[in-house]
């Protein structure tokens, strides 16, 4: 076969092998780990505090009632799933916009279909044999169903697995291949993979899974177990090095009445240091002339838009870019490019602005055990705290440093920790990784 044959056979390769999932030496494991690529226009968020689950959406006054006079900050969204039990009538994008804009933030979760051994009476179910199919189509439509919301891509989406029984090892193995396959749809299009689950079900069998090299883990889980402590760790069925990195949530009361405002609802209560919806807010272009979009958080960078002076612009996160005036921060908008946010109307004109989230790309990464970290881009500066194994890595910049195996690709943290790109999953582990920015 000619060089440029094998070229073309050998790409060829390589693209079905990522679209499927295969890890082929040299290639970032992307899938099953992490998203194989985030668009640009996207973002994790994540968020550390109480939240309340309801099975209808509250209304925008109802939320209004309780914001400041609750203990809650955030609220679940039953966004989607055949076995979703309720009406939506407030679940529309305005309700998601404005919900955000009110300082609300969103656990999205997706009642699909039960594993075959699910307690209760949820009549829509998987097969040991159908668990693989159903798993694909629910991460699907639950994309589907979150983009016609407005929850953009670094979005976690949590599938709702109701307790079952675990003494039938069929069922083990189906609950385990669905979220599997939940999981791998949701990273092919860009989102994170949540799970809600039983302590003494789901989460035991995630947990005994976490390192499997077939399955694809899960980025975050969600724990039932209603004892009235919102303690994130500490858990009886899943140690505190799984899940590590801002991947918990906890529903430590179950269905009661509260009044706030007002207002009562009927919740469950909940506690998070997780991550959540991302989805953009709207400000206004405070520039006397056009501003331009860039590609990256830069003067020097390409031009790829223009915003008119006194327009709304849809803000998605902030990154930390060259000075402008003030200030370092730059804005990524929902076009997916960058505007400094000394031209933008947010609360802020020196850093970064409260309730707007840090432009993140998460990885998990690729080590069993703990990988260390470093207080700069290389191995000779000094450790940080490190992350757990298969933990996520919420990357805000990449840049260049020591040699690590094959790469000399750094990724900063949005804490501020440094790690080797070498250990994290993502689009490359040779290179850098768009659409994550350069750091400066």
């Known amino acids: 076969m000619s060089g440029s044959r094998r070229a073309v056979a050998s790409l060829a390769v390589l693209v079905a092998a990522l679209m499927m999932g295969v890890v082929l030496p040299g290639v970032a494991r992307a899938d099953p780990a992490t998203p194989v690529r985030y668009p640009a226009a996207s973002s994790a968020t994540r968020v550390e505090g109480r939240f309340f689950d309801t099975c209808t959406a509250p209304s925008l006054d109802a939320l209004a009632a ?93 599938a709702d697995v109701e307790h079952y029984d675990r003494t039938q090892a069929s069922c083990t193995s189906a609950v385990r291949t669905y979220v599997s396959e939940w999981t791998r749809a949701l990273h092919r299009e860009g989102y994170l993979a949540g799970v809600y689950v039983h302590q003494d079900s789901g989460l035991r069998d995630l947990a005994g899974s976490y390192l499997s090299t077939s399955l694809a883990r899960p980025d975050a889980v969600w724990m039932a177990r209603w004892d009235g402590n919102p303690a994130l760790r500490g858990w009886p069925t899943a140690s505190d090095a799984k899940w590590a990195e801002w991947q918990r949530a906890k529903q430590y009361r179950g269905g009661h009445v509260e009044t706030w405002g ?70 990524r908008i929902s076009t997916g490019g960058y505007v400094s946010d000394r031209y933008v109307s947010t609360r802020s004109t020196t850093g970064f602005t409260a ?86």
């Open 66 to 158: 309780w914001r400041g006079t609750s203990p809650y900050t955030g609220v679940n969204i039953y966004f989607g799933g055949r076995n979703r039990g309720c009406a939506q009538p407030n679940l529309t994008a305005a309700w998601v916009h404005g919900a955000v804009a009110a300082g609300w933030s969103l656990i999205p979760t997706y009642f699909g279909d039960q594993p075959f051994c699910a307690f209760g009476s949820k009549p829509y179910r998987y097969t040991s044999s159908g668990a693989a199919a159903q798993g694909r189509a629910d991460g699907m439509d639950a994309v589907a169903q979150a983009r016609g919301l407005g929850l953009l891509p670094g979005s976690a989406l949590y």
């Open 262 to 331: 007002g207002v009562t609802l009927n919740i469950d209560s909940d506690a998070i240091k997780g991550p959540v919806a991302t989805v953009a807010r709207t400000y206004r272009v405070t520039s006397s002339t056009t501003l331009r979009v860039r590609r990256e958080p830069t003067t020097t960078a390409s031009v790829i838009g223009a915003l008119p002076a006194g327009s709304d612009v849809e803000v998605i996160c902030q990154a930390r870019g060259q000075k402008i005036g003030t200030t370092r921060v730059w804005d």
């Open 355 to 440: 309730g707007i989230p840090r432009c993140s790309y998460p990885g998990q990464s690729t080590r069993s055990t703990e990988l260390v970290t470093r207080s700069g881009p290389g191995t000779t500066y000094s450790r940080k705290q490190p992350l757990q194994g298969g933990a996520l890595a919420y990357v805000a910049c990449q840049t260049s440093g020591s040699l690590v195996r094959r790469t000399r690709v750094w990724n900063q943290l949005v804490d501020g920790r440094w790690v080797s790109d070498s250990y994290i999953s993502n689009r490359s582990n040779t290179t850098y990784s768009a659409p994550v920015p350069r750091c400066r």
